[in-house]
């Protein structure tokens, strides 16, 4: 045990992000799991590629029994000053083309495409009558 209920922040948490000296945030907690990294049933990788972000989500993915929960006790070092974690839970969904949003463009290309034949057709007969007459 070592946990002194410090608060990190988590570009500080990030630091540690090696297999010499590995910390992971998970729901708000910091742990320090770098003696782990041999022990950890999921392989070391894991816990490494876990580092300098919010773990929780991928801690959670896995569905940890609860003596692997219990287990963490021992790695707790302090807590994450979450105002320092990017927050994602917004969804911003991504940028749809507003269609039918202003159908007054539409409608001009429409007519464009209904004219521009016609007035293409005027101007060829034009030119054919005025040079028959001529
Ligand atoms: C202090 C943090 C952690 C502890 C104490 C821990 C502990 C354990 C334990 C005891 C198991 C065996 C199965 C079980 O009891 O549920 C396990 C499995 C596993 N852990 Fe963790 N874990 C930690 C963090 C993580 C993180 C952050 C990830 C993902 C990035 C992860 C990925 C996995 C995977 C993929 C397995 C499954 C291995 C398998 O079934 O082959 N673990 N972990």
């Known amino acids: 045990m070592g946990g002194d209920g410090k608060v990190y922040t988590l570009s500080e948490v990030s630091e540690h992000n090696n297999a010499k000296d590995c910390w992971l945030v998970i729901s708000g907690k910091v742990y320090n799991v770098t003696k782990f990294l041999e022990d950890h049933p999921g392989g ?3 816990l490494l590629s876990a580092t300098g972000k919010d773990a929780t989500d991928d801690f959670e993915d896995v569905g940890h029994s609860s003596s692997a929960r219990a287990m ?3 790695f707790y070092v302090g807590d994450i000053d979450t ?3 990017p927050s994602n839970t917004k969804y911003t969904p991504p940028k749809q083309p507003h269609y039918n949003q202003d159908k007054t463009s ?3 290309v429409k007519l464009l495409q ?5 007035i293409i057709l005027g101007v060829a ?9 001529a």
């Open 44 to 46: 070391d990788e894991v």
């Open 72 to 74: 963490m006790d021992e």
């Open 83 to 85: 105002e320092t974690i």
């Open 106 to 108: 539409e409608f001009i």
């Open 114 to 118: 209904f004219l521009v034949p016609l």
């Open 125 to 133: 007969l034009g030119i054919r009558f005025y040079t028959k007459s």
